[in-house]
């Protein structure tokens, strides 16, 4: 997946090199032939000049993006060494604190509670990386067969309220006519989910989430998932389902991620035959997420 | 009774800390990110005996405030805590100004026992300057040791070259100090991690090297090519305190 992408940029970069050297060659073979003639000379002057030029461009051009993408990468590990090792030595300390320790009753519940949320997110972190893995794997076709998004509108909703510990009325669904979409339903359950937990992780303490779903042209269902949370600066809406990515900024930290969620949500709606964007009206004033998948006919 | 701030923003982790730390005596102060922290240190540093202080922090990660106490002159024993684990890592909290650093997940005995040789420690280096203060008025010439251009203060953490002030950390500190009480004796990385830090585990004796690094800085005219600290290879470092005029 990382791999061949950049193979193949790789592969480009070198026969666009190779191309510019054998036209420079040319040139310069042309110039020796033809220098008696001025005008000719100029021309072709300029184009070699050009070529150098748009050569150095380019050139830079993928470098910066090479080294953005390792940049990501690295934080992309970081971000999961942390999300991984962190409820591990939680876990670790709780268990190690139960065993050396006379803890009470209430506590002794407490700490079962605490290991119980940490394993969660572990969990919940295992999942989104072997999910990418699997999605980026062209091999693998997703497992159709009609599904009531209905339901699981309903499921995923009912797993956030318990995960994330809401009231029934700070997150909201509106159903629209029912309707079934040909999918794979851990898929499609999968990016429903990051959708419905995103707009909850990004809410802050005042969480108000409302989920609707709506026909579109008689052919697509579309899901929105609105929040009245952080919002997203424009230049930002189209960056974030990358791989790896985070919107940088004091958020990013605060709120807990390793940035495969969005990128699950985008690639489970190209492989559905759908898409996957997101609106804000800018920062502080919310944002909506949406998802739009085809019709089961 | 020992005061503990623990700068973690993992509640989870932070109440367990509190928890274990509370059970073995300490008065325990929670605070969820490195600017609260350097608030609370920055007025009042005598508020708190010793620091936990996570890397991973919303704001101002770990490494800068350690940097930022011990530029402005705080050195509050301070132990790191991290996920990560990488040895440019480890080496990064050594040389923001650390005493001890510990990877998550972590052995709770393991940092209980830490937390205690480096209240230890502070304990021994206070108590010894306390003696010097009430026996003899004037400090004994072991507190400053003078060489060549330079001199150590161990009771006042620094070092002075020609004009310059450094200000030393603690550790910085104890490692020149054992390093001039051997003068011209070669000594080893795992003695000094034994005797300076009091481990006694295969650790990976390495993160001396960064001390020496900065040690030299300090009091080398020419950092790259020692004449006080020199490295003995395969084994450790050799303290001179007054080489021979090189040509």
């Known amino acids: 997946m990382v791999v061949a992408g950049r193979r193949k940029s790789i592969a480009f970069f070198i026969a666009l090199g190779a191309g510019l050297i054998s036209v420079i060659l040319l040139l310069y073979i042309g ?3 033809l220098n008696w003639r001025s005008g000719i000379l100029l021309f072709l002057g300029i184009l070699l000049l050009a070529m150098i030029i748009a050569g150095v461009v380019l050139n830079t051009t993928f470098l910066v993006r090479e080294i953005r993408r390792n940049e990501q990468h690295d934080a992309f590990i970081n971000a999961v060494t942390h999300e991984l090792k962190t409820p591990v030595a939680a876990i670790r300390l709780y268990l190690e604190t139960l065993q050396t320790r006379a803890v009470d009753e209430p506590k002794r519940k407490e700490f079962y509670r605490i290991m119980l949320d940490e394993s969660d997110r572990l969990l919940t972190t295992i999942e989104q990386v072997l999910r990418t893995g699997r999605l980026g794997a062209a091999s693998r076709r997703p497992n159709l067969a009609p599904i009531d998004l ?21 997150l909201e669904y509106r159903p629209g006519p029912p309707v079934a979409i040909l999918g794979d339903m851990d898929e499609v359950r ?51 389902f990358k791989r790896f990515y985070r919107a940088p900024g004091s958020l990013a930290t605060r709120v807990k991620g390793i940035g495969l969620g969005l990128y699950i949500v985008r690639s489970v709606a190209k492989r559905h035959g759908g898409r996957a964007w997101a609106e804000s009206e800018g920062p502080g004033r919310g944002s909506t997420f949406v998802l739009q998948l085809p019709i089961a006919k | 009774m020992s005061r503990v701030l623990v700068v973690e923003d993992e509640q989870h982790l932070a109440e367990g800390l509190r928890f274990n730390l509370e059970a073995e005596g300490y008065q325990v102060h929670l605070v969820e990110t490195g600017e609260a922290a350097l608030e609370l240190l920055m007025s009042d540093a005598q508020a708190f005996d010793v620091v936990i202080l996570d890397v991973m922090l919303p704001g101002k990660d770990g490494f800068a405030v350690i940097s930022e106490l011990r530029q402005a002159g705080k050195f509050i024993p301070t132990l790191m805590l991290t996920a990560r684990g990488h040895p440019e890592d480890v080496l990064k909290g050594f040389a923001a100004g650390a005493d001890d650093y510990l990877t998550k997940p972590f052995d709770l005995s393991i940092l209980i026992a830490r937390l205690g040789g480096l209240l230890r420690r502070h304990e021994w280096l206070r108590a010894s300057l306390n003696h010097e203060n009430t026996v003899a008025a004037p400090p004994k010439p072991k507190e400053t040791f003078t060489f060549g251009d330079k001199s150590v203060h161990f009771d006042l953490l620094e070092l002075r070259v020609r004009e310059q002030t450094f200000p030393l950390t603690l550790m910085e500190a104890n490692v020149l100090r054992y390093l001039i009480e051997h003068e011209g004796k070669p000594v080893s990385r795992k003695m000094m991690l034994e005797q300076v830090w009091g481990l006694h585990e295969d650790t990976d004796t390495r993160a001396i090297d960064n001390f020496i690094v900065r040690l030299r800085r300090y009091i080398e005219d020419d950092p790259t090519r020692p004449r006080h600290l020199l490295t003995v290879r395969g084994l450790g470092y050799r303290f001179v305190a007054s080489p021979a005029k090189a040509g």
């Open chain 1, 31 to 33: 110039w020796v032939l």
């Open chain 1, 150 to 170: 209905g339901g699981v509108v309903t499921e995923c909703m009912a797993r956030a309220r318990t995960l994330y510990n809401i009231r029934p009325e700070s």
């Open chain 1, 190 to 240: 999968a990016a429903i989910s990051n959708l419905i937990e995103n707009a909850v992780k990004y809410s802050g303490s005042d969480i108000k989430v409302t989920v609707d779903t709506a026909l579109v042209d008689g052919k697509y269902v579309s899901l929105r998932v609105s929040d009245q949370g952080a919002g997203i600066p424009s230049n930002e809406l189209k960056r974030i």
